[in-house]
């Protein structure tokens, strides 16, 4: 039995528990207004709001998810808030009316998704600034109103959520007509709702569903009895001795809001901003996009880099294993058929450390990459202690780049340790032709992308005039 709140109402269900979130709001509850496009995660039409409990402070937490490719089952003990569960007696909302005065819609097919976003983005107290609302209507997608009557929308709202320089909190947003009032006591409601009870004999276990649902949906609706581990515990990053310790369902998300880990890596946000948009970073599991195993998948790229450990669990022991042994052949991984990562773990750049991640692909944003990289180096006295540098789209695999990791140990930073560590590449490397490029350009990107990171890392010794 699935249990949660559907915007006021406690809703119990056996429902199949793979059919997607989106599936079920629309056609077992009629609510229409949340959309679907695309079924694959990238329009947002479909975005809801899930808020979930926080004992510590007795409080709701929210944030946006697309619903056309997250599990009905990830839903149990949260709070799903549709477009209609922000409806006020046929009153306008001040995110509504902003984007009715600013005239940010036409077709209005994607004005739900926006109208959740910015909502979002009321909701969190600790987001205050334009750089953040944008994050949360960064996934959205309009086809025909343009954008900039949208931004301006945004930056309405930012101003109308503050009093005297303070962002509102729960009970203001209620009384300025933000969200309705039965926001006020959702805590206590999520609170009288049991625990899913961990199925720890399925074999089929399912993170975020934000690979699975887009390539095996249909196939996964058939499928009996999966884990759903999303909606058995909560997904933790926690910071030890110098290493991060991830859950096997830490989001990216996770990573993205830890203090520490911003503090060790000050562009962390820059870098996950190339993944993927905020509704998606929100779902997508770190341990799923390694089981995924594609050649370019950005946060096995990532980990790789950082030299990941993995904790490999069975119903009968665990195992340890390198990232960089994990993946075998294009789809295939280290996984016995018992198997699952149950953690995470690598070590936090340090003081003498130098990392950086790298994407190229047809948009910025939102797109797979073509060809991604990411390289961390440890330098003591002008030379390198310690090397990793990985990347994606050359090989069948995410690939570590041995040889060129090995070179640079003892080498000081200088354009001919640069030239030199190209030619490995060269040599390492074997990319194919395939849909996004052929085998020569992509061989062309990865010397390009490699030469980004010695550019941006040590504009000091390498400059941009010396290599092109």
Not at 196 to 210: E, F, L, R, V
Not at 374 to 393: C, M, R
Not at 416 to 443: C, F
């Amino acid at each position: 039995m699935i249990e949660f709140i559907l915007n006021n109402k406690i809703i119990k269900t056996d429902a199949n528990e793979s059919i997607t979130l989106v599936d079920f709001i629309r056609d077992d509850k009629g609510l229409k207004g949340t959309k679907i496009v695309c079924r694959e995660g990238d329009c947002a039409a479909c975005s809801v709001l899930v808020g979930e409990l926080d004992v510590s402070h007795n409080s709701v937490k929210y944030h946006t998810i697309t619903s056309c490719i997250s599990p009905l089952a990830n839903a149990h003990g949260k709070h799903i808030v549709t477009i209609e569960g922000l409806n006020q007696n046929h009153i306008l909302t001040p995110v509504q009316n902003s984007i009715k005065n600013n005239n940010a819609t036409q077709c209005g097919f994607c004005t739900p998704g926006f109208v959740i976003a910015m909502t979002n983005y009321c909701l969190n107290p600790s987001l205050n600034s334009e750089e953040q609302m944008l994050d949360c209507i960064g996934g959205n997608i309009c086809r025909c109103t343009g954008y900039v009557s949208l931004v301006k929308a945004a930056k309405d709202i930012i101003s109308q959520t503050q009093n005297k320089g303070e962002k509102y909190q729960l009970q203001e947003l209620i009384s300025e007509g933000f969200i309705p009032e039965y926001f006020a006591g959702m805590a206590l409601k999520l609170a009288t709702i049991e625990p899913k009870i961990p199925n720890n004999h399925s074999s089929n276990i399912i993170a975020g569903g934000t690979d699975l649902y887009v390539q095996k949906a249909d196939e996964l609706l058939l499928r009996n009895h999966a884990r759903f581990i999303h909606s058995e515990s909560k997904s933790s990053v926690k910071i030890q001795n110098g290493k991060c310790i991830l859950s096997a369902n830490a989001t990216v998300s996770d990573l993205f809001h830890n203090p520490e880990l911003i503090r060790s890596i000050p562009e962390l946000h820059d870098f996950l901003r190339l993944v993927s948009s905020e509704p998606i970073r929100n779902m997508a599991a770190i341990a799923g996009n390694f089981v995924n195993a594609s050649p370019i998948a950005d946060m096995s790229i990532f980990c790789l880099a950082l030299d990941a450990e993995l904790t490999l669990q069975s119903s009968k022991n665990s195992r340890k294993i390198r990232l960089k042994d994990f993946f075998l052949d294009y789809k295939k991984t280290a996984l016995q058929k018992d198997e699952h990562i149950s953690q995470i773990v690598f070590n936090i750049p340090n003081k003498s450390a130098y990392f950086n991640f790298e994407k190229i692909s047809k948009r910025r944003n939102l797109d797979i990459a073509t060809v991604n990289s990411a390289i961390y180096l440890e330098i003591k006295n002008d030379t390198v202690l310690k090397a990793n540098i990985a990347i994606g789209g050359v090989a069948p695999i995410p690939m570590y780049l041995t040889k060129c990791s090995e070179f640079l140990i003892n080498k000081e930073i200088n354009l001919g340790t640069l030239k030199q560590l190209l030619e490995i590449l060269n040599q390492e490397i074997s990319p194919i032709s395939d849909v996004r490029g052929t085998a020569d350009y992509k061989k062309l990107l990865a010397n390009q992308i490699i030469k980004q990171h010695f550019l941006k890392l040590f504009p000091d010794s390498i400059k941009f005039e010396e290599v092109l």
